[in-house]
């Protein structure tokens, strides 16, 4: 017979899959969690780090448990054994080949070998009617005499064939609670998965404002180096056209509207400044200029038409 492993028990074999207990807690855990992200990106640099360690620790767990379903071969090995056992009952040891005794022990053998590593698992050597009383193994030998001491009486015979419906029942039941692992630990992931994008969107934004806080005295003098070399820019024109761009004060609305649209472009890409925020800043100051526009083309209407008539 094979021999299934002995001195080990469920208990005491090392696994790197935590339990469903663990996931179910950590699944509460993480939908009940409702807390703010920090602000400091210390925090959440560690937050990300943490989150991908446990990910793939979640992931490696999930790979490990591979759907399978392995009742249909406890079935197969049961009809096989129950037939080798009908053909041993009716063998007459006198006359039996060689070659029909070896086949019925590999189909015991092989048998035992479908159930052997739920045996184990589930510690039912004590139940187990292939052994001897005294727990050692059960052999087959090589005899025909031999094999027949193996299968014993009826109430032997019928203790092997429904043993299997044991076993089988203990697989279905670890199948069971193997569905359940893998179904939590997809939940788990999804989770995770979501809080560790929350957490590094976060940080993007953190790390853009530091480096735009950092560059900001840059933009500002790009800036101011612009707006003087607006207003340079108008002793180009006629003395006439200078002194109507000077006093409609058009110049000075242009400089100022260029200062105040480049800073809330870069608050806003920074993302300092919400979306909310910025359309209201950014449709005020499109506004105001556009009512400059209409006023002062107005103005200039009426003035014409002063100028005519008088």
Same mark, same amino acid.
Request: hydrophobic content about 40%; aromatic content about 6%.
């Given at each position: #017979?094979?021999l299934?492993l002995e001195g080990f028990?469920?208990s005491?074999i090392l696994r790197?899959?935590?339990?469903n207990?663990?996931l179910v807690?950590?699944?509460s855990?993480l939908?009940?969690?409702?807390?703010p992200?920090?602000?400091?990106?210390?925090i959440?640099?560690?937050?990300n780090?943490?989150y991908e360690d446990?990910?793939?620790?979640?992931?490696?767990?999930?790979?490990?448990i591979k759907?399978?379903?392995?009742?249909n071969a406890?079935?197969?090995?049961?009809?096989?054994?129950?037939?080798?056992?009908?053909?041993l009952?009716?063998?007459?040891?006198?006359?039996?080949?060689?070659?029909?005794l070896?086949?019925?022990?590999k189909?015991?053998?092989?048998?035992?070998?479908?159930i052997?590593?739920?045996?184990? #698992?589930?510690?039912?050597?004590p139940?187990?009617?292939?052994?001897?009383?005294?727990?050692?193994?059960?052999?087959?030998?090589n005899?025909?005499?031999a094999?027949?001491?193996?299968?014993?009486?009826d109430?032997k015979?019928?203790?092997?064939?429904?043993?299997?419906?044991?076993?089988?029942?203990?697989?279905?039941e670890d199948?069971r609670?193997?569905?359940?692992l893998?179904?939590?630990l997809q939940?788990v992931i999804e989770?995770?998965?979501?809080?560790?994008?929350?957490?590094?969107?976060l940080?993007?934004?953190?790390t853009?404002?530091q480096?735009?806080?950092?560059?900001l005295?840059?933009?500002?003098s790009?800036?101011?180096?612009?707006s003087?070399g607006?207003?340079l820019c108008?002793?180009?024109f006629?003395?006439n056209i200078?002194m109507?761009?000077?006093?409609?004060?058009?110049?000075i609305?242009?400089?100022?509207?260029?200062?105040?649209?480049?800073?809330?472009m870069?608050?806003?890409?920074?993302g300092?400044?919400?979306?909310?925020?910025?359309?209201?800043?950014?449709?005020?100051?499109g506004?105001?200029?556009?009512?400059?526009?209409?006023?002062?083309?107005?103005a200039?209407?009426?003035s014409?038409?002063?100028?005519?008539g008088?």
């Open positions: #017979m094979i299934p028990t469920q005491q790197s899959v935590p339990s207990d663990e807690a950590r699944l855990e939908s009940s969690d409702k807390t992200l920090p602000d400091d990106l210390n959440l640099y560690d937050l780090s943490r446990e990910l793939a620790t979640y992931r490696r767990a999930l790979a490990s759907p399978k379903d392995n009742s406890i079935d197969k090995a049961k009809a096989e054994a129950a037939s080798a056992i009908t053909e009952r009716t063998i007459d040891c006198k006359i039996a080949a060689k070659d029909i070896t086949r019925l022990r189909s015991l053998n092989d048998s035992y070998r479908a052997s590593d739920t045996i184990f #698992m589930h510690d039912l050597e139940d187990d009617p292939w052994r001897r009383e005294d727990g050692g193994v059960a052999s087959n030998g005899t025909c005499e094999l027949k001491s193996f299968i014993g009486d109430t015979q019928e203790a092997i064939i429904n043993f299997f419906d044991t076993v089988k029942e203990k697989y279905e199948a609670a193997r569905e359940a893998r179904g939590n939940k989770l995770l998965q979501t809080r560790k994008a929350d957490v590094q969107q940080l993007n934004e953190k853009s404002q480096q735009l806080s950092g560059s005295w840059i933009v500002i790009v800036i101011g180096l612009f003087i607006a207003i108008v002793k180009l006629s003395e200078q109507e761009w000077v006093t409609s004060g058009q110049v609305q242009f400089v100022t509207v260029m200062i105040l649209l480049s800073v809330i870069a608050l806003g890409l920074a300092i400044l919400k979306e909310t925020t910025l359309g209201t800043l950014l449709g005020g100051i506004g105001y200029v556009l009512a400059q526009g209409v006023g002062r083309a107005a200039r209407e009426v014409r038409e002063r100028s005519g008088s």
